[in-house]
């Protein structure tokens, strides 16, 4: 079950506050001294530690409160949405810290949260039962921090599942930040560290005080969650006090913390965001630490990076240009121009967050098919939003959605590339296309042999093998009838990879495909082995193995094993045995490695293959594919750190 059916004022509860990695200090000025902690007591409360240096195993377990209240003001006042709305986050329990690992530069921490008490209220609305078990549960797994030597929190990694849910980053992140200060380089000193959240990037001082760290945060020099045309300001009071032991390790913090945002132009109206943040942290010992019972076995997802700014911006593009509950389409499509600078590990991921948006969006409000499509036609040069806004009316694929479909369709030759492309992708990915799809394409498949022809005969064919027999004829003979007029073999190609998509087993089709077996250019034998891959029956199965085993040219056979991917596995799992131990071509074998990997190291007898040439194969980078096949989940950790 997901959470993203919250009201969106829960969402911008926890915004403000969520903190982000902090780096070394950058700049450091006098302040009154304060006497160090006296040497020989190294867990003497109220010590002023110059490093953070845990013993390796060390485990602190301390008690937690946590709450945090936001209102917002300003915003936009109709029958649905409040002028006002409030939002609040209440968190009871334990957080437990194990030191994993110790080096020169890096100290990594396995932290888990034990909650007894959870509440989450939006618009005086609280959490659903069943939605609150999915987040304790979420927040119940493991999380990992790596510190520096001066206390700075350099990354945090979370539960895959767990970071792809923003009300859990955001009360990972908050806590992380409160359970982890930065130390000045001598008690003396004052230690400046640049801190990144979803609102922005600020500057947080930290300085003992009487015995005590005390933190503060200034203005945020930048703000994530305003365009650059728009105005907006972000100032924060308040402090965090913390007391130490002589390791640097936590024994106590306080925090009163409030922040205040402000978005919009200076005299106008404007949207003002008030979000008060209190917290207790208490050590309560030391001993064995308290395992998360959330995967039993102890087994959990992969832990994966988190990078702020690139949730903040998805987090942001959930809301209207004024923040107004719920967001309206136009507001979230125009979002995602930000995610154009994301880090790429979170692009796909932070797409995502919009995608689902404007399908929920599509599915209350089916005047918004309308909208997108307008909206494309306007920004069609932007990709990202081609390709969020086109999937989402595909993946609803009703009257409405379709009904605007097939108008971008009737003037993608006016369109902007990138728009026309999309358009004719996702049309052919509807699964109950609509006469008027197959009627559009059909008429852009006919003129031409340019780019948006040859897109739209593709998608034709896609079209027609969601299609009844008698449905899908005219469309077949139609295709059929420009695969035989085709000016050349590339164009030619092309109306058999439609012929392809249209899962057929007429005899004038395959005719035409095992014409293409038959030619002396390989690019042609390689696009009639790949026509064959949906076709019906045993005939696509015999052309497969035979052009796999006999075809002399590499490239063909690599179709061919490629086109095998739509067929069923087990049948063609002695094929790849064969061909892994006799093929010796490296870019056959990968090939078959790759879909060996696509099945699943746990999929019935892909394992032992994948294992064979992980160990033999003569080809370094074919064993270096099987090994992350074998091991996915390490191996996307190690991607998504690099």
Same mark, same amino acid.
């Given at each position: 079950?997901?959470?993203?059916?919250?009201?969106?004022?829960?969402?911008?509860? &926890?915004?403000?506050?969520?903190?982000?990695?902090?780096?070394?200090?950058?700049?450091?000025?006098?302040?009154?001294?304060?006497?160090?902690?006296?040497?020989?007591?190294?867990?003497?409360?109220?010590?002023?530690?110059? =490093?953070?240096?845990?013993?390796?195993?060390?485990?602190?377990?301390?008690?937690?409160?946590?709450?945090?209240?936001?209102?917002? /003001?300003?915003?936009?006042?109709?029958?649905?949405?409040?002028?006002?709305?409030?939002?609040?986050?209440?968190?009871?329990?334990?957080?437990?810290?194990?030191?994993?690992?110790?080096?020169?530069?890096?100290?990594?921490?396995?932290?888990?949260?034990?909650?007894?008490?959870?509440?989450?209220?939006?618009?005086? +609305?609280?959490?659903?039962?069943?939605?609150?078990?999915?987040?304790?549960?979420?927040?119940?797994?493991?999380?990992?921090?790596?510190?520096?030597?001066?206390?700075?929190?350099?990354?945090?990694?979370?539960?895959?599942?767990?970071?792809?849910?923003?009300?859990?980053?955001?009360?990972?992140?908050?806590?992380?930040?409160?359970?982890?200060?930065?130390?000045?380089?001598?008690?003396?000193?004052?230690?400046?560290?640049?801190?990144?959240?979803?609102?922005?990037?600020?500057?947080?001082?930290?300085?003992?005080?009487?015995?005590?760290?005390?933190?503060?945060?200034?203005?945020? +020099?930048?703000?994530?969650?305003?365009?650059?045309?728009?105005?907006?300001?972000?100032?924060?009071?308040?402090?965090?006090?913390?007391? &130490?032991?002589?390791?640097?390790?936590?024994?106590?913090?306080?925090?009163?913390?409030?922040?205040?945002?402000?978005?919009?132009?200076?005299?106008?109206?404007?949207?003002?965001?008030?979000?008060?943040?209190?917290?207790?942290?208490?050590? =309560?010992?030391?001993?064995?630490?308290?395992?998360?019972?959330?995967?039993?076995?102890?087994?959990?997802?992969?832990?994966?990076?988190?990078?702020?700014?690139?949730?903040?911006?998805?987090?942001?593009?959930?809301? $209207?240009?004024?923040?107004?509950?719920?967001?309206?389409?136009?507001?979230?499509?125009?979002?995602?121009?930000?995610?154009?600078?994301?880090?790429?590990?979170?692009?796909?991921?932070?797409?995502?967050?919009?995608?689902?948006?404007?399908?929920?969006?599509?599915?209350?409000?089916?005047?918004?098919?309308?909208?997108?499509?307008?909206?494309?036609?306007?920004?069609?040069?932007?990709?990202?939003?081609?390709?969020?806004?086109?999937?989402?009316?595909?993946?609803?694929?009703?009257?409405?959605?379709?009904?605007?479909?097939?108008?971008?369709?009737?003037?993608?030759?006016?369109?902007? #590339?990138?728009?026309?492309?999309?358009?004719?992708?996702?049309?052919?990915?509807?699964?109950?296309?609509?006469?008027?799809?197959?009627?559009? &394409?059909?008429?852009?498949? %006919?003129?031409?042999?340019?780019?948006?022809?040859?897109?739209?005969?593709?998608?034709?064919?896609?079209?027609?093998?969601?299609?009844?027999?008698?449905?899908?004829?005219?469309?077949?003979?139609?295709?059929?009838?420009?695969?035989?007029?085709?000016?050349?073999?590339?164009?030619?190609?092309?109306?058999?990879?439609?012929?392809?998509?249209?899962?057929?087993?007429?005899?004038?089709?395959?005719?035409?495909?095992?014409?293409?077996?038959?030619?002396?250019?390989? %690019?042609?034998?390689?696009?009639?082995?790949?026509?064959?891959?949906?076709?019906?029956?045993?005939?696509?199965?015999?052309?497969?193995?035979?052009?796999?085993?006999?075809?002399?040219?590499?490239?063909?056979?690599?179709?061919?094993?490629?086109?095998?991917?739509?067929?069923?596995? /087990?049948?063609? #799992?002695?094929?790849?045995?064969?061909?892994?131990?006799?093929?010796?071509?490296?870019?056959?074998?990968?090939?078959?490695?790759?879909?060996?990997?696509?099945?699943?190291?746990?999929?019935?007898?892909?394992?032992?293959?994948?294992?064979?040439?992980?160990? %033999?194969?003569?080809?370094?980078?074919?064993?270096?594919?099987?090994? %992350?096949?074998? $091991?996915?989940?390490?191996?996307?950790?190690?991607?998504?750190?690099?």
């Amino acid at each position: 079950m997901s959470l993203h059916h919250l009201p969106l004022m829960a969402w911008f509860a &926890l915004v403000p506050l969520l903190a982000a990695c902090s780096r070394e200090p950058e700049s450091a000025v006098p302040v009154a001294a304060t006497p160090p902690a006296a040497a020989g007591d190294p867990v003497q409360p109220g010590a002023t530690p110059s =490093t953070y240096a845990p013993r390796p195993g060390a485990e602190t377990h301390l008690s937690l409160e946590w709450e945090n209240t936001t209102v917002l /003001a300003g915003l936009e006042v109709r029958d649905d949405a409040p002028a006002a709305a409030t939002g609040r986050v209440r968190v009871v329990g334990t957080l437990d810290l194990e030191v994993l690992t110790t080096t020169a530069s890096t100290t990594t921490l396995r932290s888990t949260l034990g909650l007894t008490g959870l509440e989450v209220s939006s618009l005086d +609305t609280d959490l659903p039962p069943e939605a609150n078990a999915v987040l304790r549960s979420l927040l119940a797994r493991p999380f990992e921090l790596d510190v520096a030597p001066s206390g700075a929190l350099l990354a945090l990694r979370m539960d895959r599942e767990a970071r792809d849910e923003q009300l859990v980053v955001g009360l990972v992140t908050s806590i992380a930040r409160i359970a982890r200060p930065s130390l000045p380089e001598d008690p003396s000193r004052v230690a400046v560290v640049t801190e990144e959240d979803l609102t922005g990037r600020s500057l947080a001082s930290h300085a003992f005080r009487d015995g005590r760290l005390v933190k503060t945060r200034t203005a945020y +020099t930048q703000l994530h969650g305003v365009p650059p045309s728009a105005a907006g300001s972000a100032s924060v009071k308040g402090e965090t006090q913390y007391t &130490l032991d002589a390791e640097g390790s936590l024994v106590a913090a306080r925090v009163d913390e409030t922040l205040v945002l402000s978005s919009g132009q200076p005299g106008s109206a404007s949207l003002r965001t008030t979000s008060r943040t209190q917290a207790l942290l208490s050590r =309560t010992g030391g001993n064995s630490p308290t395992r998360s019972t959330a995967n039993p076995g102890g087994e959990t997802s992969p832990l994966v990076p988190v990078h702020f700014e690139a949730i903040a911006r998805a987090t942001f593009a959930r809301g $209207a240009a004024s923040y107004t509950p719920p967001p309206t389409v136009e507001s979230a499509l125009l979002r995602l121009g930000a995610l154009g600078d994301a880090l790429p590990i979170d692009r796909d991921r932070l797409r995502g967050v919009v995608l689902r948006e404007l399908v929920r969006t599509l599915r209350a409000r089916p005047e918004a098919a309308s909208a997108i499509g307008g909206f494309v036609s306007t920004h069609g040069e932007q990709e990202l939003i081609d390709v969020v806004a086109l999937s989402a009316l595909r993946i609803v694929g009703d009257a409405p959605c379709q009904r605007a479909m097939v108008s971008l369709l009737e003037r993608a030759r006016s369109l902007p #590339l990138p728009a026309a492309r999309q358009a004719l992708i996702q049309a052919g990915g509807l699964q109950e296309p609509m006469p008027a799809i197959a009627v559009v &394409l059909g008429g852009l498949a %006919r003129k031409g042999e340019d780019d948006i022809a040859r897109g739209a005969a593709l998608a034709l064919g896609r079209v027609a093998g969601h299609l009844p027999k008698e449905r899908a004829k005219e469309w077949v003979d139609m295709l059929v009838s420009l695969a035989r007029r085709a000016a050349n073999d590339d164009v030619r190609g092309t109306y058999l990879a439609a012929l392809g998509n249209a899962r057929t087993d007429r005899a004038d089709v395959l005719a035409l495909f095992d014409a293409a077996l038959n030619s002396r250019d390989p %690019r042609l034998r390689a696009r009639g082995v790949d026509a064959f891959r949906l076709v019906p029956g045993g005939r696509a199965d015999v052309v497969l193995r035979a052009r796999v085993t006999n075809d002399r040219d590499p490239n063909v056979r690599t179709a061919a094993v490629v086109a095998s991917r739509a067929r069923p596995l /087990a049948e063609y #799992l002695p094929l790849y045995d064969e061909l892994l131990t006799n093929e010796e071509e490296a870019v056959v074998r990968r090939a078959v490695v790759e879909v060996l990997a696509g099945a699943g190291p746990e999929t019935a007898g892909v394992r032992p293959l994948l294992e064979r040439v992980a160990a %033999r194969d003569v080809d370094a980078d074919v064993r270096e594919l099987a090994h %992350r096949a074998l $091991a996915p989940a390490s191996s996307s950790r190690e991607e998504e750190t690099r």
